[in-house]
């Protein structure tokens, strides 16, 4: 590469837009999503191994890191989900306008924070 | 009647280096996803308070071998084609690009090699 040649225009000047955040929000989560899938094969090959090495899995995951983790991941993969629906709607044609685009982009923060939470309340019997 | 100029013909399809495949098997694999990653969600729900038994009898069970088989080779191969556009987008040396982009690869092999020969042994 040559000398580095000023960015333009520059990340922080921007106001974000709403489409701006859902899709690098959407990068974000499929990153993340990706360093979950160690996670998952030793959830696998805990259990393919016997007791002793699924309930280190267990108690890994019922600790406060753990339980973090685990709804980061919850997080991640709703709105990984509904944006990639959002994004699959537009690559057949649907959803193109600026307001819809917004408007669905909205929909998609609120819809992944309610079903995170949701899930995370089924599993840990916080909900009634 | 082709309309391409005889320039990009002996040029292929250039600096891209190939075609659509990339984007359709994204979408494809996306399209897999949606339900393989409701019912790996709704499973593990299930299992949050069940014990090592019922975790190696739920994988024990066919149905539950073959989606899970399903969920993890799909979702690698959406991973590799994902993280893949990062390194592009965002690697801009030849040498380091093609280092990240092959381990990657790498990357994907090895926890898809993991995680399936665990799904056999519980399974089988």
């Known amino acids: ?128 | 009647m082709s309309h391409r100029t005889p320039l990009a013909r002996v040029e292929g399809l250039g600096s891209a280096h190939s075609g659509t495949a990339h984007f359709w098997q994204q979408r494809m694999s996306a399209v897999a996803l949606v339900p393989l990653s409701i019912w790996f969600v709704v499973s593990l729900l299930g299992l949050v308070r069940a014990d090592y038994v019922a975790a190696m009898d739920f994988l024990r069970a066919p149905i539950n071998a073959v989606l899970m088989i399903l969920f993890v080779v799909t979702l690698l191969y959406h991973m590799t084609l994902g993280i893949q556009v990062v390194i592009e987008d965002y690697v801009h040396s030849e040498g380091q690009k093609l280092t990240l982009l092959m381990l990657n690869r790498f990357f994907a092999w090895a926890v898809g090699a993991v995680s399936l020969f665990a799904i056999f042994r519980i399974a089988i």
Do not use: C, K
């Not at chain 1, 921007?14 to 489409?19: C, F």
């Not at chain 1, 309930?55 to 990639?84: K, Q």
């Not at chain 1, 959002?86 to 998609?108: I, S």
């Open chain 1, 1 to 128: 590469m040559a000398e580095p040649r000023p960015l333009s225009p520059h990340l922080q000047i921007y106001r974000w837009p709403v489409t701006m955040m859902t899709s690098i929000t959407h990068r974000a989560t499929g990153v993340a999503l990706a360093a979950g899938t160690v996670l998952l094969a030793w959830w696998l090959i805990a259990i393919a191994t016997g007791p002793d090495a699924y309930a280190m899995v267990r108690t890994a995951a019922a600790s406060p890191i753990g339980l973090i983790v685990i709804f980061g991941f919850i997080w991640s993969l709703a709105f990984h989900l509904l944006n990639g629906i959002r994004h699959l709607a537009w690559d057949v044609g649907l959803g193109f306008a600026v307001p819809t685009a917004v408007r669905t982009g909205v929909l998609v923060i609120v819809l992944s924070i309610l079903l995170a939470v949701g899930v995370f309340a089924t599993g840990y019997g916080v909900a009634p």
